[in-house]
């Protein structure tokens, strides 16, 4: 290709722009365990041992550390986008860590003239995500115990200088809580921040472009603080990818999909965890109603045997596959459709990075199984494909969408296009071969398990876990765009082939349904568990209130069960109130034929109050009918009543609580500002509790 003197400055500026988001496959692999047979240049998997962070930059010769606390991938992204900007901008040499590696007592001996970043995801109640939890309680104590010995007071962190961003949610009540606190309590320690303590919210919509907007203001004071100069940026791939002609997918050590070594080797075991999943056969399946163009579905899996474990309240994680069309859409867009089952080396390129997925593995393989080809796509990286674009034209539309974050909200975010059908969107007929495929790796996430309110009770059935959940399914106004959920419309296939379909293809999706080498055959799908804080009183007498409209009902199934089955045993069970919203009688209603049965084993006990949002001539919510039960709510909140609310975040978890708060300011004769404290008090307390997303 020849470029004029417009295009270089055009590709420098793009370059520059965009250089960052093409680190993601530094942070990738943390099941690197399960990985170490994996062929690396370098023994990238060796480098990753120690869990000194000081010691571990001094060896590899860096001075910028990216740590991530992530549950769903975003702040692990934004670790590796901005480590890879950092050192192709502002020359950094950096690393980018998984928080859960290292250990922090020795942050008090971090060099002055390096910096710490530190990516945070608050989670649920304003907690840290999963992989934070020990840094965030070595920080939180009173007196955290660093490696020289300072106490708080001597301000022990006064040569630390960091960098820091928090991703939450405006709709939950602790919004951004994690990087807040660990802001603070860095601050207080002596450490020094440059740059403001961003804040991305979810609950807005504006991540990606909080995200963007905070780190150019904290580039320029990097830059100044450590006397850094801009420099020309050039593309650095993170990965090797390479064909190797002398294998091919029916070689015994290609990776098709399996997960690790041991299920490559047909020799899967525990523990099944977030690296390590059960391949869990479905017991049974069915649609708790199906109505046009929308689906819920009931599945038992069947966890028997694996060493699994749950107690009522707790989460399954299911993780999915992508369909088959949009798999072919991907590769066909990339010029790969002809060698999708070609074999490639994937290889680390920097001994601090680590290779995402285990390799030899086929260029089908890896976008089926292990990337994330379906999701909101961010304008820095179609701004990063510009060099690349097969046309003038098509570079041209990817500037402007790059630079132009209406427009790209406008024309991509907000119709719900894919990355593929981006760029078929830009270069209609035309392949887009020039993509480095390790750029397509490396800039798009990981695909991430899906996570689900468990909807059965351990006491009732403690090997078949059941999920009820809605097949995500949206057609925007005047569009002919249907945007798929990945996991539920994979769900459904595996649903339909259970129940006699030979292919699937639900909304003209299929999947490659028996999974890698048909080690999924006979309706099998990969799991986890994750235990949850949701959780029943341990006395089954204290009453409770439930709040679950839609598929928010799924654990209070779990409950209502539970506790139907200790009365039939003879046990004395509390006031066991459910508040449960859908649409209409005859559409939506989940569980309908199971809550008389269960009302027969609880008599007086169960009170199912129903709110039908679309039956009268004014819409009716669960929030509207806790206010009509004020007088009850009360009482049993008296009685010591424990409070559950599960579903929808955005909305409803609110006006539940804004609810209770003034059913109890009303009934108690005390002012709203009471009232929401009441019901504050209860939630740190653990009185009320919420599961909600
Ligand atoms: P995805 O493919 O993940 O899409 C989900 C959403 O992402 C879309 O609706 C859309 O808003 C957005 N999106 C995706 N692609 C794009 C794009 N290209 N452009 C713009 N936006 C896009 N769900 C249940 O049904 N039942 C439960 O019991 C349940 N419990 C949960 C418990 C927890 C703790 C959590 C965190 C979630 C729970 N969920 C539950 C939600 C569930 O995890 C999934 O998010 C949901 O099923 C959708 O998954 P999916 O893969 O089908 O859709």
Known sequence: IEYDTADIVILTAIFAATIA???KGTLWGKPKDLFADVAHTNGSAKAG???????????SDRNAIFFYGSQTGTAEDYASRLAKEGHARFGLRTIVADIEDYDFENLDTFPSDHLAFFLLATYGEGEPTDNAVEFYEFLSGDEPQFSEGASAEEKPLQNLKYVTFGLGNNTYEHYNAMVRRIDGWLTKLGATRYGSAGEGDD???TMEEDFLAWKEEMWQVVCKEMGLDEREAVYEPILKITEDESLSPESDTVYLGEPNKNHLEG??????????PFIAPIAKSSELFSVKDRNCLHMEIDISGSGLSYTTGDHIAIWPTNSGKETDRILNVLGLGEKRHSVIRVEALDSTSKVPFPSPTTYDAVIRYHVEINGLVSRQFVASLAPFAPSDKAKAELVRLGGDKDAFAEEISSRYLNIAQVLEMLAPGQTWSAIPFSLIVEGLTRVQPRYYSISSSSVVQKDHIAITAVVESIRLPGSKHILKGVTTNYLLA?????HGDPNPDPHGLTYNITGPRNKYDGIHVPIHVRHSNFKLPSNPEKPIIMIGPGTGVAPFRAFVQERA?????GEKVGKTLLFFGCRNSNEDFLYKDEWPEYSSKLGDSFKLVTAFSREGPKKVYVQHRLQEHADEVNELLKAGAYIYVCGDAAHM???VNATFGRIIAEKRGQTEAQGEEIVKR?????????DVW
Do not use: C
């Open 21 to 23: 988001y093409f680190t």
């Open 49 to 59: 041992k120690t869990r000194d962070f000081v010691k571990k930059m001094a060896e």
């Open 203 to 205: 609950g807005a919509g």
């Open 267 to 276: 020799k899967a075991k525990g523990p099944y965890n977030s690296h390590n």
């Open 494 to 498: 595996l649903k339909q082939k259970q």
């Open 565 to 569: 089955a200790l009365a039939a045993k």
């Open 653 to 655: 978890a609110r006006d």
């Open 682 to 690: 209860m939630r740190s307390s653990n009185q009320y509790q919420e």
